[in-house]
């Protein structure tokens, strides 16, 4: 059972559309982490988010941290193919050491 | 290393037979977990490990699994008697942080194994 729900599950756009992914639970979480993942490789780490309502830009993309840190979204501005991927939420509800992992938003963006 | 290797990168086994998977984790690091990946999905947390202690072993599917970490470094995961439904990527995770503290930056992944049941 997986704590972390994502919204939309597959997205395909063209090059240059906007997009939203959303990171959707009902525990509380202390801090939680976007990851991008390619085919044959594991998730690399994009940003970490720590305080309710934080928002952090990484050139195209904005993640915003819930004011109730229950949730998180993920924006891409202007998408390029290069943005193709799986895109994953991922942390642990406080006082455990289960790291979790969001169900998963597979974007697919064509040229 | 420099990064987290897994090995091997991909397996086939016959039903019914015993495998086991590698991890080398970044040298030092305290955390350690296992997950499982089915195609298109977010990783299922199967184990974690600080140190050569296993705190959380709750996610493993089954008594044929198994994980260890001797040594507090290398880690392997057995599966046992392999059944179609194990087929799957196994992924390892570390972190130079214990898990469950306040402040959590992430974990570098391997590459995972793609285990095949036939």
């Known amino acids: 059972t997986q704590l972390l729900e994502q919204s939309p599950q597959f997205l395909s756009i063209q090059e240059g559309e906007n997009l939203t992914v959303y990171c959707n639970s009902s525990?509380?979480?202390?801090?939680l982490q976007w990851y991008r993942q390619e085919p044959g490789e594991g998730p690399v780490l994009l940003v970490t988010?720590?305080?309710?309502?934080e928002v952090k830009k990484l050139k195209r993309l904005t993640f915003q941290f819930g004011d109730a840190r229950k949730d998180s979204s993920l924006h891409i501005t202007a998408a390029q193919p290069g943005d193709t991927g799986l895109y994953l939420c991922a942390g642990y509800t406080s006082g455990t050491y289960k790291y979790i992992f969001g169900t998963g938003t597979r974007l697919k963006v064509l040229a | 290393g420099a990064g987290v290797s897994q090995s091997p990168r991909y397996k086939v086994a016959k039903r019914g037979q015993d495998v086991a998977l590698r991890c080398d984790p970044i040298s030092g690091h305290v955390s350690l977990f296992w997950y499982q990946q089915a195609l298109g999905q977010g990783p299922e947390f199967l184990t974690y490990f600080q140190n050569e202690a296993q705190l959380d072993k709750s996610g493993l599917p089954s008594d044929r699994f198994f994980a260890e970490r001797p040594e507090g470094s290398v880690s392997t995961l057995k599966i046992q008697r392999t059944q179609q439904e194990d087929s799957a990527v196994y992924l390892c995770a570390s972190s130079s942080e214990p898990s469950g503290g306040f402040f959590n930056y992430g974990y570098t992944f391997g590459s995972g194994t793609r285990l095949t049941v036939v």
């Open positions: 525990s509380v979480f202390s801090s």
């Open positions: 988010v720590v305080t309710g309502g």
